[in-house]
């Protein structure tokens, strides 16, 4: 699976707009990328994933470059329940894979009041 | 109702001894794991199970040891506890295939003193 890099840390506004980056430049056809999020003292949760096309949810926007070698997870409109810690995972997504998530640092968002 | 359940959410317990922890999915999902997240709050696989099979053993010290009773299921027993065996546990379910979105529960905080 390929390595991804995401900044340690970042600070938004309640209401505003987050934007979380993540590189990924060693990305391969197969692999999509994966987004978790893990609050304080809670397990990790899963937002959004992709291949290559842009996708929305409930939850968040994934906007993935042309050349796929990098990310952004988009929360519209941040609340301070989103801040946690945020992971982005390359992996591919087929039946002969194991499932298994290979998380990196993250990055803490802090979202503030 | 939970979707990935594990017992018990705390546990202490003294060096040497020898403990469970059990965790149930209920979510139809074919494959179960669990990972370990350490002091740093590095998240990292330890086991996988499909259908009851092992398929992922992350080097881990044999004084783990899971059992998977039937794909719902899939517990933790732990050997003559250590110091650095303190961490929290985290149970995850996915169905293998298709997405790969995998459901974690909430966690076991183990403490060995």
């Known amino acids: 699976d390929a390595k991804t890099t995401q900044p340690p840390s970042m600070d938004c506004a309640e209401g505003r707009a987050a934007n979380l980056p993540c590189n990924h430049s060693t990305i391969s056809g197969n692999e999509y990328v994966y987004w978790y999020r893990q609050i304080h003292s809670q397990g990790p949760q899963y937002i959004i994933h992709?291949?290559?096309n842009n996708e929305t949810n409930e939850m968040a926007s994934l906007i993935i470059t042309e050349d796929r070698k990098s990310s952004t997870l988009i929360l519209p409109h941040a609340t301070l329940r989103d801040t946690a810690v945020y992971y982005c995972i390359v992996r591919v997504a087929s039946s002969s894979n194991t499932g298994k998530l290979i998380f990196g640092q993250g990055t803490t968002l802090q979202v503030k009041p | 109702d939970t979707a990935v359940s594990q017992t018990p959410k705390y546990l202490v317990t003294q060096m040497g001894n020898d403990k469970s922890i059990k965790c149930e999915q209920n979510l139809g999902h074919d494959t179960m794991y669990w990972y370990k997240q350490d002091s740093k709050k590095f998240l990292k696989i330890m086991f996988s199970?499909?259908?009851?099979?092992?398929?992922i053993n992350e080097t881990v010290p044999n004084r783990f040891s899971p059992k998977s009773p039937d794909k719902a299921h899939l517990n933790l027993h732990i050997n003559s506890l250590e110091l650095g065996d303190s961490a929290v546990y985290f149970c995850a379910s996915s169905q293998v295939g298709g997405r790969l979105e995998a459901f974690f529960g909430q966690g076991t905080r183990l403490t060995v003193v």
């Open positions: 199970y499909n259908n009851k099979e092992l398929i």
């Open positions: 992709g291949l290559k």
